[in-house]
């Protein structure tokens, strides 16, 4: 339903998110491994959820301070960066929000990124 012509999204904007839930959500996990990718719009923004069933972003932050304990994330400090030059003068501005899902017995059981970007303006 969303307009793919008239729509914009900025350039990699999605990369990062999707490169994370693979690389640090699905690569540890056994069984059965998934990511979802939905894109749906409002009259004012355009939605993308990027959900996956992975270890979760606190194991996942554990390992890595295993393997490297200097290990601090490049892509997550670039992205933000990026968005809020994005952002800079504009009323209406890209939101990014994370879920840390777990199931009843407070195990993580995946992540979900939603990021939100203002139609109107689009960067």
């Not at 490049?74 to 939101?95: E, G, P, V, Y």
């Not at 929000?97 to 960067?123: C, H, L, Y």
Request: no cysteine; hydrophobic share 30%.
């Amino acid at each position: 339903e969303i307009d793919s012509e008239q729509t914009k999204i900025p350039s990699m904007l999605l990369q990062p998110y999707v490169e994370n839930a693979i690389k640090h959500g699905l690569l540890h996990k056994e069984g059965l491994k998934k990511i979802f990718i939905q894109f749906s719009e409002t009259e004012d923004y355009i939605s993308i959820i990027i959900d996956d069933n992975g270890i979760g972003r606190k194991k996942s932050g554990e390992l890595n301070s295993i393997k490297n304990k200097n290990h601090q994330s490049f892509a997550t400090k670039a992205i933000q960066n990026r968005i809020d030059l994005l952002n800079q003068n504009q009323t209406n501005k890209i939101s990014i929000e994370f879920t840390d899902k777990v199931n009843p017995s407070q195990i993580a059981i995946g992540t979900t990124v939603r990021i939100e970007i203002p139609k109107n303006e689009n960067p």
